[in-house]
């Protein structure tokens, strides 16, 4: 599909990758952008430019009401950007309880999930429409400093290869987005280097324009880190294993 006169929707638009995804969607001609946040107050600066194809949205990923509101409003909506993520970057054991593994598999998993489906229908009226799923390289290997964290989005991982199987006859590419650490509010907790995120976002959309399928390595940056995987996966994860939470 075209990014030009496209109808995209970004949850989390309010920060990081999300706001990234905005500027790099105006940029490239789409005719409207509704651009979702929690709180619907800290789009004020995004909106303050005063472009008539942004359009806010209040939505909490997590909160069916207002994910079926967002569907009931948004129905001219040709491109998907579930970009919406919690990240506690605590491990599995050593946090202090289960309470942010939760919210992280909520946000992260499940409000992929009920987005997806919500936007279904208006996805396939669109006839030529796409779905970009914000992934991580730590849904191919674990990372103990944010073991839950990479659990969620390794489900994610897997939630994304089904649904592009099921909505292939519609017509709907679905990308996923693989991407390692990012100057991001989340991505900062993590060690440098780190990406930009209109790095990631270039390389969503190029996917995209480009009619890919499937999951992407975005950046130079996460595209090294997938070489290493692929050329020893073990290796990697043995690697990764040694950077353990650190215990209060």
Partial sequence: MKITNSVALVTGANRGIGRAFVAELLERGASKIYVAARDTASLKELLSAHDSRLVALPLDVTDPDQVAAAAAVATDVTLLINNAGQAAFEGAISAPGMDDARREMEVNYFGTLAMTRAFTP???????????????????????MAGTYAASKAATLSLTRSVRAELAAQGTQVVGVLAVQTETELGGKLPEPRMTPQEVVKDALDAIEAGVNDEIVAGNQSRGVHQAFLADPKGLQAKMSTRLPQRA
């Avoid at 208006?122 to 674990?142: D, H, Y």
Wanted: glycine share 8%; net charge positive.
């Fill in 122 to 144: 208006t996805l396939e009226k669109a006839r030529g429409s796409g779905v970009i799923n914000m992934l991580s390289m730590l849904a191919l290997v674990s990372l103990p």
